[in-house]
């Protein structure tokens, strides 16, 4: 079983920028896709990004899209979140996960598609 455990959350104006990163126990981490999911207080989870075993496909949200950057370092058996441009609807619990396939498939979105969860960092965007 992976462990995931994020960092980086805060409490940022809007329009600023925070790097969030997830790091990953095992040694199957390059092995799978790695998603970003948020939930915001009283909301059902959403799916925010995607990214392939390898780092050559990536998904992203509509929402989020142009704005968020999803990265992974295989060597560090770490997944990161790049985003800029933060808007106080981006506020949220931040999760990162870890899916059952290598590659970002059409129902990727679905948090059915993940079998491992972190406990999130929670990120605050002020207005």
């Known amino acids: 079983q992976v462990q995931l455990v994020e960092s980086g959350g805060g409490l940022v104006q809007a329009g600023g920028s925070l790097r969030l990163s997830c790091a990953a126990s095992g040694r199957t981490f390059s092995t799978y896709a790695m998603g970003w999911f948020r939930q915001a207080l009283g909301k059902e989870r959403e799916f925010v990004a995607v990214?392939?075993?390898?780092?050559?496909?990536?998904t992203y949200a509509d929402s989020v899209k142009g704005r968020f950057t999803i990265s992974r370092d295989n060597a560090k058996n770490t997944l990161y979140l790049q985003m800029n441009s933060l808007k106080p609807e981006d506020t949220a619990l931040y999760i990162c996960?870890?899916?059952?396939?290598?590659?970002?498939?059409?129902?990727?979105?679905?948090?059915?598609?993940?079998?491992?969860w972190g406990q999130g960092t929670q990120v605050t965007i002020s207005s």
């Open positions: 990214i392939s075993s390898g780092g050559g496909s990536r």
């Open positions: 996960a870890k899916a059952q396939t290598s590659y970002v498939r059409s129902t990727i979105s679905s948090a059915r598609e993940y079998d491992s």
